[in-house]
Nanobody
């Protein structure tokens, strides 16, 4: 089993920045990739960014050039640096772990492990 814990959410004004952290514990060697998802009220949970164990990244088109995902393998921690935040970035952000080898998942049902979520609110 793997446990994931997010931190770093909060309230920020439009144009500001936040960095989310996700610390993994347990059988972290079983994880092939880590992802960040977000879910706004009434909407589905969508992938924001993912990163494999080797460092390959993938981003949703809506956040390319705005968000950066990176990881510290020694700390078993994945980060999401969010810059130039917009009100439409407001959502609950979830960290997720994908244990399938091959290609990092792009949809929520491909991820086996989830954190509790952290709220990000961007005010206009």
């Amino acid at each position: 089993q793997v446990q994931l814990g997010e931190s770093g959410g909060g309230l920020v004004q439009a144009g500001g920045s936040l960095r989310l952290s996700c610390a993994a514990s347990g059988r972290t060697d079983s994880l092939y990739a880590m992802g960040w998802f977000r879910q706004a009220p009434g909407k589905q949970r969508d992938l924001v960014a993912s990163i494999t164990r080797s460092g390959s990244t993938n981003y949703a088109d809506s956040v390319k050039g705005q968000f950066t995902i990176f990881r510290d393998n020694a700390k078993n921690t994945v980060y999401l640096q969010m810059n130039s935040l917009k009100p439409e970035d407001t959502a609950v952000y979830y960290c997720a772990g994908d244990k399938r080898a091959g290609v990092a998942g792009t949809t929520f049902y491909q991820y086996a492990y989830w954190g509790q979520g952290t709220q990000v609110t961007v005010s206009s």
